[in-house]
């Protein structure tokens, strides 16, 4: 499989895509044609057996394609449960994705980022260092540098928005040191997209520094991310032999693109809805068809504080055509008040605790027409666990969220960040400066 930039400039392979993280015109990496399935062609069960069947096409003469079991073994080495809730009158489960060393979904698509890249290492003619720049408004950050910590070859530069993510999530991004490094950028996180794409296309910053990303920008982060999306729908049609409705918290439009690719490729997903914050710029696009990136809004969903979603771009370019994508996708902001609100009424309802990503999701499945319930079955991706946002939660909830004992142990390192200003000068002296 050969894949392409989305701004039409180059053609590449699987390992130099990911390699490379961003096209040279700066644009993302898409596969030249979607795979497509039969749901009963598969026969694995576990998400690594399924995600190796899924996953054999893109990785297709790429040089990798040998080594595609063992990367999905050890990267999806915990568990994802798929839980059915209780819900008169309607079908409805989560599939809880934050089960991973840092307790939030990232981990899957940076664990599988990480072994990738490890195995493509040796066969480069590069023998620079790969330095990862990674923007986070969250999750991502701590995800890769705990994917990637301590493995040879490779650095990793997390750049995180001063004042505008959780303690723990804070934490998490600045607790690694050794080939990590955490930069808190004085700004959004958009200010922290936005400077990691211009050091990617900074030339003289690409001769001094062998750059790439590791954002949901990097087809290889993408993937495992559409292969977990496939396999809950396989694990649902299995079971009841019906398509799902898919509900996807979403910031920069990853995890609900990976949901697209799967439903593309012929898996039993019936219908996609993303469930936004008050950062409303892809519902705004989807009612008007006008795409006006802003600056983003700080919400108590913080990893889903975007203003400028990088995926839009890939998911324009699968469906260019503005009646075929609104009618692929939806998607509804929740503000603040809400979140609070839906957090309380599931913990009564379910005795479930959610973060406040996941707690979007849930207000979207909820303000459904009942018509669009009855037989009608639905998945809420849970993003994250509750524990990371014990602030925001534990009010609500009356009571202390348990942390998960991968979390604790982190809770316990010392921590150390580097401010920097949102200007490339600045950064890149950074990034010169790094022994």
């Known amino acids: 499989m050969r894949y392409l930039s989305t701004r039409g400039g180059e053609e590449t392979d699987l390992v130099d895509a990911v390699m490379r993280g961003l096209a040279a015109d700066g644009g993302l990496f898409v596969p030249d044609d979607l795979p497509r399935f039969d749901p009963a062609q598969f026969r694995g069960t576990t998400l690594a057996e399924i995600s190796s069947e899924l996953l054999a096409p893109f990785f297709a003469g790429s040089g990798l394609e040998d080594q595609l079991a063992a990367i999905c073994r050890e990267a999806f080495d915990f568990p994802l449960p798929l839980k059915p809730l209780i819900e008169p009158g309607g079908e409805l489960s989560v599939l809880e994705l934050f089960h991973g ?21 040796p066969r480069s003619a590069d023998t620079r260092p790969l330095t990862i720049l990674v923007a986070t408004s969250g999750d991502t950050g701590g995800a890769v540098a ?46 922290c997209q936005a400077l990691v794409k211009a050091a990617f296309i900074d030339p003289e910053l690409g001769r001094r520094h ?24 396989l694990w649902h049609w299995r079971k009841h032999h019906t398509a799902v409705g898919s509900i996807v918290p979403s910031g920069n439009l990853g995890n609900g693109m990976a949901c697209v690719w799967a439903s593309a490729m012929g898996l039993p997903i019936r219908e996609l809805v993303l469930a936004v914050n008050a950062n409303r710029t892809i519902p705004d696009f989807l009612a008007t068809g006008q795409w006006q990136p802003r600056p983003s809004r700080p919400t108590l969903a913080s990893a889903m504080d975007v203003g400028n979603p990088s995926n839009m771009e890939r998911l324009r370019n699968l469906l260019p055509d503005f009646a075929e994508l609104r009618a692929a996708v939806e998607a509804y902001p929740v503000d603040d008040a809400a979140i609070r ?80 200003p949102p200007r490339l000068p600045e ?3 950074e990034l010169d400066a790094w022994k």
């Open 427 to 429: 950064f890149a002296a």
């Open 341 to 420: 609100s839906q957090i309380a009424k599931d913990y009564a309802k379910y005795g479930e605790v959610w973060c406040p990503h996941t707690a979007t999701a849930f207000w979207v499945y909820d303000h459904l027409p009942p018509a669009r319930k009855v037989g009608r079955p639905w998945i809420v991706s849970a993003t994250a666990h509750p524990a990371k946002f014990e602030a925001i939660v534990e009010p609500i909830i009356g009571r202390a969220v348990p942390v998960p004992p991968a979390l604790a142990a982190l809770l316990e390192r010392p921590t150390a960040s580097t401010p920097v």
């Open 101 to 121: 060393p840092t307790a939030a979904f990232k981990d899957v698509g940076a664990r599988f980022l990480a072994a990738v890249m490890e195995r493509a290492l």
């Open 210 to 233: 062998r750059l790439t990303a590791a954002n949901s920008i990097n087809i290889g982060r993408l993937l495992p991310q559409v292969a977990y999306h496939a396999a809950a729908s």
């Open 146 to 191: 705990a994917a990637f910590h301590g493995r040879r070859g490779i650095r990793v530069g997390v750049l995180f928005p001063k004042g505008q993510v959780s303690p723990r999530q804070q934490h998490q991004l600045t607790c690694w040191g050794d080939n990590v490094r955490a930069f808190e950028v004085d700004g959004v996180f958009d200010d």
